[in-house]
């Protein structure tokens, strides 16, 4: 549930297309944002790229359910072309794709993301998306959101890209930015809001290097991350 909203399952997108399990990791990206989730105990042979459409068929059933997983071939098939999850007596077969996930490209940007993104913001989750739900009205999923920091807070603004419209809101924060930063940070509202309610803790940080490329979020177990933009 939790990478859900970070993956695609567009076919267009491959490999990037579905959800991955690999190196005990699951990883789940759309090219512009992504979410990785460590050490998940699902310590596989090699890598299981599957459809995402396998969390929905999970939602019905009690959170303390056991679920097996294994794979497995429809009856007009030889090779193993399913993803098997079987819980109370029930087998619910979802497509298990064929293309190499490029995990190890994803492990380099969130170990890039670690490593270099020292700036940081500390916001309150509950605070900033009830600030966007007051300035966004006007807004659509291409538009922008920038964060301005200043001291003792952050600007929020969301753009319209298509009308020039604009609505802003100032939300209490805490900084640790390198004094020769001085610019505001650019991405997508609708992959902010993804981010901020896909993470569990209440107060989120929000890092990025002076010049930024990627907004990052690093806990014990888990690295997400959304892509920056820029408008000249």
């Not at 991350?225 to 000249?232: E, V």
Request: hydrophobic content about 45%; glycine content about 4%; overall charge negative.
């Amino acid at each position: 549930k939790a990478v859900i909203p970070f993956a695609t399952d567009d076919i267009h997108k491959a490999p990037l297309i579905g959800l991955c399990i690999d190196k005990n990791n699951i990883y789940a990206t759309d090219e512009h944002k992504s979410h990785t989730i460590l050490k998940v105990g699902l310590a596989i042979d090699g890598q299981l790229n599957f459809n995402p459409i396998a969390a929905n068929m999970l939602s019905s059933f009690d959170g303390e359910d056991e679920i097996v997983f294994y794979l497995g071939a429809m009856s007009s098939s030889e090779e193993a072309t399913h993803l098997v999850m079987a819980v109370n007596g029930m087998d619910m077969f979802v497509l298990k794709y064929q293309t190499t996930y490029p995990s190890d490209i994803l492990d380099n940007v969130n170990g890039k993301c670690i490593e270099l993104n020292t700036n940081s913001i500390k916001i309150t989750k509950t605070e900033a998306l009830d600030a966007l739900s007051r300035i966004s009205i006007f807004a659509d999923d291409n538009d922008l959101l920038a964060l301005t920091p200043f001291q003792g807070g952050v600007t929020l603004e969301v753009l319209n890209a298509k009308t020039g419209e604009e609505s802003k809101e100032d939300i209490s924060a805490e900084l640790k930015i390198a004094d020769d930063f001085s610019d505001k940070i650019m991405t997508s509202l609708k992959n902010f809001v993804i981010l901020l309610n896909n993470l569990e803790d209440e107060k989120i940080l929000l890092k990025f290097a002076n010049n930024p490329k990627f907004i990052s979020v690093d806990g014990i177990n888990y690295v997400a991350w959304l892509a920056t933009k820029r408008i000249d």
